[in-house]
Nanobody
Framework: QVQLVESGGGLVQPGESLRLSCAASGFTVDRYAMGWFRQAPGKEREEVSCISSIDGSTYYPDSVKGRFTISRDNAKNMVYLQLNNLKPEDTAIYYC??????????????WGQGTQVTVSS
C-alpha cells in the first residue's frame, strides 16, 4: 500500500527557512519521479519541484527557483524540500507526490495529506 506522509511545515517569518520531509512506504522513491506541489486558498495547484529518478534532474518553476531545493534519500526512502527565503506568497499546503514513471511528467499517482506552511510577519 502506497503511503506518503509529509511533515515539517509551520509558521515562519518572511526570509526564514523550513525543511519539509516526505516519508514514503509501499514503494521505493528511487524508482519513480517525486515532486512537491502546493495549494493555497483561491489559487490553482502549483508544482514547486520535481526530481527524476533516472538521472536526478530537477525542475523548479520561476516562482521558487533559487529558493527551494528538492532532494532524495534513497536509503531512508525519504524526499525533502528545503525552502529558503520564504515569502508570504509561499503560504500554502504543501504536498509530496509520486509520478507513475521515472520522469517528471503527467499527473501524480499518489500524494500525501499535506503540511501547512504559513509565512507571515
Amino acid at each position: 500500500q502506497v503511503q506518503l506522509v509529509e511533515s515539517g511545515g509551520g509558521l515562519v517569518q518572511p526570509g526564514e527557512s523550513l525543511r519539509l520531509s516526505c516519508a514514503a512506504s509501499g514503494f521505493t522513491v528511487d524508482r519513480y519521479a517525486m515532486g512537491w506541489f502546493r495549494q493555497a486558498p483561491g489559487k490553482e495547484r502549483e508544482e514547486v519541484s520535481c526530481i527524476s529518478s533516472i538521472d536526478g534532474s530537477t525542475y523548479y518553476p520561476d516562482s521558487v527557483k533559487g529558493r527551494f531545493t528538492i532532494s532524495r534519500d534513497n536509503a531512508k526512502n525519504m524526499v525533502y524540500l528545503q525552502l529558503n527565503n520564504l515569502k508570504p506568497e509561499d503560504t500554502a499546503i504543501y504536498y509530496c507526490g509520486t509520478y507513475p514513471s521515472y520522469y517528471c511528467s503527467g499527473s501524480y499517482d499518489y500524494w500525501g495529506q499535506g503540511t501547512q506552511v504559513t509565512v507571515s510577519s
